[in-house]
């Protein structure tokens, strides 16, 4: 019963998450047009911002306290819909199976997408060594402990990846629900291309991004919730293997190639 | 198994906030997705249970959840043909609903921290989950056509 005690102190935030989860629900989806496409906007945008403005420094109503077990019941969504997905999977087993093989090679896009897009842009943009950590991979869990092993997370390396996995965190759920519903609406890929993608390696991010292309293709639901769920459990368990064995090896390679041609443009300019 | 039975109280709250942003979104009520509601929540436990007991920790909790959410779904599970209709009501995208609320407060917590980073590590952020999302979806589609599969 002490757990029971404990657990009522924070009805504040059990109040406001109940709030946030109505109201968010009631608004429903909102489509808007963004050049050839469609950018979705779905309960889980209104739930974020609605949860930014409970924040105590917008309004005086949630305290300490209740921020502190926030983690927590994060964890405790993220099971639930672990446990969702997996009940999606079940009965799509058959369908998984005839797509394994595109499953299996899309991780190979996942894992060097980043690498591929990513450096050229940061050192484009002037950034150092911080551009091997931020772009080798997504940036959660695994990736931060990888780079810290390897670099220490005191080093460029290190807060580059400290940086992508800061903002994955707070961003990367809708920004991948955004792009996904916006590359959906362009009608190139079939949506079970779009929902492998999905499978990024991050609950969250798997959920918005999924439930985006759920909200658009409410007939495929079990479908896309299916693969991407898949998809998204290959990535969690050879993303280890992946970074460590190719896309981290491939970044430092890119990189020290990027860095040198952008040395040689810079010696050309100053002697211009 | 101590900290897995901790959480109980704190996940059945959870689960009725999300049961009540299913009831919204579905336009039905509660009462139709709580049995749903109670299996996942049992998933969910067991398969924290699973983690706890089992030695091998290099797979994250959440893939031993999905799995025996897959394991009492599947066609060959003799629970199958109740327990899918039951889940079927509980809406995927509802129970993403709180899990983004919390985030939200979170983000508000580091809005100072964030502005520090810059905006440079901003753009190549998204750039790289741009990255990953397009390298996927074209090999996805590239081995969709080559195989030609039309589900």
Redesign the interface.
């Known amino acids: 019963m002490k757990?029971?005690v404990y657990?009522t102190r924070n009805w504040r935030l059990?109040l406001?998450?109940?709030l946030?989860?109505?109201v968010?629900?009631?608004i429903?989806p909102k489509k808007f047009q963004l050049g050839p496409g469609f950018i979705l906007l779905?309960?889980?945008?209104y739930?974020?911002?609605?949860?930014?403005?409970?924040?105590p420094?917008?309004i005086k109503f949630?305290r300490r306290e209740d921020?502190a077990?926030?983690p927590?019941?994060?964890m405790?969504?993220?099971?639930?819909?672990?446990?969702?997905?997996?009940?999606?999977?079940?009965?799509n087993?058959?369908?998984l199976l005839?797509?394994s093989?595109?499953?299996v090679?899309?991780?190979?896009?996942?894992?060097?997408?980043?690498?591929?897009?990513?450096l050229p842009?940061?050192v484009l943009?002037?950034?150092g060594r911080?551009?091997i950590g931020?772009?080798f991979s997504?940036?959660r869990e695994g990736a931060v402990a990888l780079i810290g092993e390897k670099f220490g997370l005191q080093s460029p390396e290190g807060r580059?990846v400290l940086?992508?996995y800061?903002?994955?965190?707070?961003?990367?759920?809708?920004?991948?629900a955004f792009?996904?519903g916006w590359?959906d609406s362009l009608k190139?890929?079939?949506p079970?291309?779009?929902a492998?993608?999905?499978?990024?390696g991050s609950?969250?991010m798997m959920?918005?991004?999924?439930?985006t292309l759920?909200?658009s293709h409410p007939e495929m639901?079990e479908?896309i919730?299916a693969v991407s769920?898949a998809?998204n459990?290959l990535t969690?368990?050879t993303g280890?293997y992946f970074t460590v064995f190719i896309s981290l090896p491939l970044a430092q390679l890119l990189y020290s190639f990027l860095d040198r041609l952008r040395r040689k443009r810079q010696e050309v300019e100053e002697r211009q | 198994m101590k900290t897995t039975?901790?959480?109980?109280?704190?996940?059945a709250?959870?689960?009725l906030?999300?049961l009540?942003?299913?009831s919204?979104?579905s336009r039905s009520l509660p009462l139709e997705a709580t049995p749903g509601m109670l299996?996942?929540?049992g998933?969910?436990l067991g398969?924290?249970l699973l983690f706890t007991l089992l030695p091998f920790k290099?797979?994250?909790?959440?893939?031993y959840?999905?799995?025996?959410?897959?394991?009492?779904?599947?066609?060959f599970?003799p629970l199958?043909p109740l327990?899918?209709p039951l889940?079927a009501k509980?809406n995927?995208?509802?129970?993403?609903?709180?899990?983004?609320?919390?985030?939200?407060?979170?983000?508000?917590?580091?809005?100072e921290?964030?502005k520090k980073?810059g905006f440079?590590?901003?753009?190549?952020?998204?750039?790289?989950?741009?990255?990953?999302?397009?390298?996927?979806?074209?090999?996805?589609?590239?081995?969709?056509n080559l195989?030609s599969?039309?589900?």
Not at chain 1, 47 to 55: K, S, W
């Open positions: 757990g029971v657990t059990y406001a998450l109940t946030v989860v109505a968010s629900e009631a429903g779905l309960p889980i945008v739930a974020l911002i609605l949860g930014f403005a409970l924040h420094r917008q949630l921020l077990i926030i927590r019941v994060t405790l969504g993220i099971g639930l819909l672990a446990a969702r997905i997996g009940t999606s999977l079940g009965p087993l058959k369908l005839d797509l093989l595109p499953l090679v899309q991780e190979f896009g996942h894992f060097l997408g980043t690498v591929i897009l990513g842009v940061a943009l002037g950034i911080e551009a931020a772009c997504v940036g580059g940086a992508q800061f903002f994955g965190t707070l961003f990367g759920a809708i920004y991948f792009l996904a590359v190139i890929f079939h079970l291309s779009l492998m993608a999905c499978g990024v609950a969250s959920a918005a991004s999924a439930g759920i909200a639901k479908e919730t769920g998809a459990a969690l368990m280890l | 039975l901790q959480s109980v109280p704190l996940l709250i959870l689960s906030i999300a009540i942003g299913n919204v979104a299996v996942l929540m998933i969910a398969g924290s290099g797979i994250p909790a959440i893939v959840v999905s799995l025996l959410g897959i394991l009492v779904t599947a066609p599970s199958s327990l899918v889940v509980v995927f995208l509802a129970l993403a609903t709180p899990v983004l609320g919390c985030a939200g407060i979170s983000l508000a917590s580091e809005a921290q964030m980073q440079k590590m901003f753009l190549v952020s998204l750039i790289v989950f741009t990255g990953t999302f397009l390298g996927s979806a074209v090999l996805a589609e590239l081995l969709l195989t599969y039309r589900p």
